[in-house]
Every structure is written in C-alpha cells, then in structure tokens.
C-alpha cells in the first residue's frame, strides 16, 4: 500500500539547454561555418552538437554517454585532425531543464550529468558528423586488473588505496572495521585473482551492507539512505468530464513475470560480528551450474548480503526474498520529460493506474538525451525488487 503522507517530487516547467565540455574546453560552435552548415542540413543547431544521451544505472556498472558532433562547425583547432589525434579525451556533458538565462547558458557544476572519458571516436564524412562513445570514471577501476586484494586492510581503507590510485577523491568513503581477509574467508569462491580493482570494490560494498559508485571525480562507498526519496509518475485514466487520460509520462507500460522459466535460487550471505562468524542460506537450494550441452545455468541466482544474522535469520531471510520476487517481479518503462530530480537512489512510485502496478519501483536506468529534434527527454527502466541485489545467470 502507498504511503500518500510521503513527500513526493515532481518536475516543473522548464525551458531545458545542454552544454558539452571536451578536455576541459566548452565546445562552441565556429560561427564561420554555421552558414555553410544550415546550407546542407535542415536542423537547427545546439552549438556544434547535434544529440547527446546519459544513461545512469544502478552502481554495478559505470554510466555510459555518447555524443554527436557536427564536423563542419567544431572549434578552430578542434576539428576531425585533433579528433583523429588524441589518445585521450576526457568528457563532460550538462543539462538544465529552466536556467535563469535560457539564451545564454552557461553551465555549471550542479548542471553536470556524467565526467568520463572518451572510448571510441567514429567519423563520417559523408555526413560530415562525429560520434563520441565513452564510460565515466568507473571505467579506470574496471579497466584495471589486480591480484592484490590488501588482506590486512579494512573495507574502507581498501576503498581509499584505490580511489587515490585512480586520482578520485575520498571524502564520501564510510570508515569499516572488519579486516578484508576476513571477507575472503567467508565467500573465497568470488575472490578471484585476475579480479578488476571495481570487482573488489563491489564485492568488499556487498560484504559491509554498502553502496558503491562514482559521481563526477568523488568515489561513494557507503551506506544508502535509510529512507529513499520518491518521485511521483502518475496516471489519471479518462471520465465523463475528460475524454483522455492525464500522465507526467509520455508513453508508460507494465509488465509482470508470472513465472520464472529457469526457476530462482536466493542466497543469504552474513557476517555476524558478535559470534565472529559467518553463514550462507540458500532457498530453495543452491544454483546448478552449468551441465554438457547448456549454455547457462539452470537457475537465475539472487545473491544478497545481510549483516549480522544467525543461521537461523539468514534462512528465513532467504525464504522471504524468494517469495517476493517470484510473487511480484514486475517492471516498468517510461519516457517522459527529463529532469534533473530522478536518479537511481530513489524510489519511483506510480499511482493511478487502479491496479497492482501502484505500487514503488526501484529504477534500474535512467536515460537522458536532448537533441535538435526531441528536445531533452529520458527513459526509464524499473523494477519491484531492489538494484541492491546480485544477479547472476
């Protein structure tokens, strides 16, 4: 049931703007080539960018952009040459839905979607545009492999050794107690040792009950709010008065797995400080692996870490989330006007729809994108158990 007392946020009216910044420069457009440009396209220009879209997910991965340049327009001395030249470009693209100056945006920090860096550059020039993909800062743990797992080390001292070494800052780490060794000992079968330095990150914030992320230059390896924030998508079905439905949603759809095909394994993982020990549950049982002729595994395995159960709780625990997830794995999609509010900490909660889709989500992405001819949008993907979990098939 909904808790209608709860404060919800919704977005305003707005009048959005974007800016892209390209190894520390704002890219503005050169104005000698916007007439050559309008001859031949019949769009109308953001500076030199054409699109761009961020898509934040849910602190498991890193959060991904892409932009797309108009060649003919870039800066004076920033052209396909110094593109095509660069073995590192480092990225930032910003968004305000309603600045105070919509004609002459400048951005700003607060306005900053993702800081990252460039993995690939693709030029056409045929239609004379230029593609950048690329990953934020995640991207230098993921991208680094180690087999130094520091055993003597607590889980935030670990956090702080890495942030340092990849130039992040430290001041949102949680201070830990526990000796990492300890951990290994618990669950040594995910210790691996061709492990990434975010592998280690994520599994050392899966043993202390924490969240793990990057935003901008900061790493956060810490505990989540206790109570989320919720922001309100409503639906408002048609009536005798009103021919048509009212929605802060542009298009939203539901979908609800009534059954799992390959079946679902929940385990509990615990480290009791007071007993100095710790326990694994599984229900209904341990995940199979995979057999001669498959390809995957006969169960999808949902691995939580819970701190400071007996054996005891850790099974019952394990009974409780199989039920809710088998009983009520639903999800949900949206597109709608972007905004700055939503981001994957909160709680998304729907309303209206006079079913059992009202209920809260837990959003697994948030895409935003604004272009010449979309304007500034953002998709949405979510579901009804918490991003918290490990998922593995």
């Known amino acids: 049931?909904?808790?209608?007392?709860?404060?919800?946020?919704?977005?305003?009216?707005?009048?959005?703007?974007?800016?892209?910044?390209?190894?520390?420069?704002?890219?503005?457009?050169?104005?000698?080539?916007?007439?050559?440009?309008?001859?031949?396209?019949?769009?109308?220009?953001?500076?030199?960018?054409?699109?761009?879209?961020?898509?934040?997910?849910?602190?498991?991965?890193?959060?991904?952009?892409?932009?797309?340049?108009?060649?003919?327009?870039?800066?004076?001395?920033?052209?396909?040459?110094?593109?095509?030249?660069?073995?590192?470009?480092?990225?930032?693209?910003?968004?305000?839905?309603?600045?105070?100056?919509?004609?002459?945006?400048?951005?700003?920090?607060?306005?900053?979607?993702?800081?990252?860096?460039?993995?690939?550059?693709?030029?056409?020039?045929?239609?004379?545009?230029?593609?950048?993909?690329?990953?934020?800062?995640?991207?230098?743990?993921?991208?680094?492999?180690?087999?130094?797992?520091?055993?003597?080390?607590?889980?935030?001292g670990i956090a702080t050794l890495l942030a340092k070494k990849h130039g992040l800052g430290v001041k949102n780490i949680t201070p830990t107690k526990t000796k990492a060794g300890v951990y290994y000992q618990i669950d040594h079968d995910n210790v691996k040792t061709d492990s990434s330095d975010w592998d280690l990150l994520i599994f050392l914030a899966n043993m202390e009950g924490f969240l793990v992320y990057i935003s901008g230059k900061e790493l956060f390896f810490g505990k989540q709010k206790v109570e989320k924030d919720v922001y309100l998508l409503n639906w408002d079905e048609s009536n005798e008065n009103r021919a048509y439905p009212i929605s802060n949603a542009v298009e939203l759809s539901f979908s609800r797995a009534l059954h799992i095909s390959k079946g679902v394994t929940v385990e509990i993982h615990s480290w009791n400080s007071k007993q100095k020990t710790g326990f694994s549950a599984y229900f209904p049982k341990a995940s199979k692996g995979i057999k001669p002729g498959q390809s995957v595994p006969h169960t999808t395995n949902y691995r939580y870490t819970v701190p400071n159960l007996t054996q005891e709780q850790a099974t019952k625990e394990a009974v409780t989330r199989y039920g809710q997830i088998v009983a009520h794995e639903m999800t949900l999609t949206a597109y709608m006007p972007a905004d700055s509010i939503l981001n994957c900490e909160m709680l998304l909660r729907v309303q209206g729809t006079n079913s059992s889709f009202d209920q809260d989500y837990f959003p697994d992405s948030v895409m935003r994108s604004m272009s010449t001819h979309e304007g500034y949008r953002m998709n949405i993907r979510a579901k009804n158990t918490s991003p918290d979990l490990v998922v593995t098939s």
């Open 1 to 156: 049931m909904l808790n209608t007392s709860d404060e919800v946020m919704m977005p305003m009216a707005r009048q959005p703007r974007g800016a892209i910044k390209l190894s520390g420069t704002v890219i503005v457009r050169d104005d000698a080539g916007v007439e050559k440009s309008r001859a031949t396209t019949n769009v109308t220009l953001f500076d030199c960018w054409e699109s761009w879209e961020v898509e934040n997910n849910t602190f498991r991965g890193a959060d991904t952009f892409r932009i797309h340049l108009i060649s003919s327009i870039l800066p004076i001395g920033m052209g396909i040459e110094w593109f095509s030249n660069q073995s590192f470009i480092s990225a930032q693209i910003y968004a305000n839905e309603d600045p105070l100056s919509p004609e002459n945006y400048l951005p700003s920090d607060e306005d900053s979607l993702i800081y990252g860096s460039v993995d690939e550059i693709s030029y056409n020039p045929v239609r004379g545009t230029i593609e950048l993909h690329g990953r934020d800062l995640t991207a230098l743990l993921i991208d680094t492999k180690s087999s130094d797992h520091y055993v003597n080390e607590t889980s935030s």
